[in-house]
């Protein structure tokens, strides 16, 4: 049985998807962590999800490299 933060471990240098506070989602390279779940990201990027309704379509925006405070993250979702 695997532990959280075994996942996690299983999960560095490669790419993750995060849902964080104000219901964002972002993309991007697990590099590291720690035990607070603080994140560091290389190549992330924003998802903006489309809207069937008006036409808009998906987007994302480009973050960089970024450390992500761990009482920000909602979920992580690790490679399949």
């Known amino acids: 049985m695997s532990r ?5 471990t299983e999960a560095l240098n490669q790419t993750v998807i995060l849902k964080v506070r104000g219901k964002r989602e972002i993309r ?3 590099r590291s962590y ?3 779940l603080n994140l560091y990201l290389e190549n992330a ?3 903006h ?3 069937k309704e ?3 379509e998906e987007h994302t925006e480009t973050l ?3 450390i992500l405070r ?3 993250v909602v979920l992580i979702s690790p490679p399949s």
């Open 34 to 36: 720690d035990p607070h």
């Open 70 to 72: 761990g009482d920000n």
């Open 64 to 66: 960089g490299n970024i």
């Open 4 to 8: 959280p933060l075994d996942v996690l």
């Open 28 to 30: 991007g390279t697990l």
């Open 54 to 56: 008006t036409g808009e």
């Open 45 to 47: 990027e924003e998802i």
């Open 49 to 51: 999800a489309g809207n």
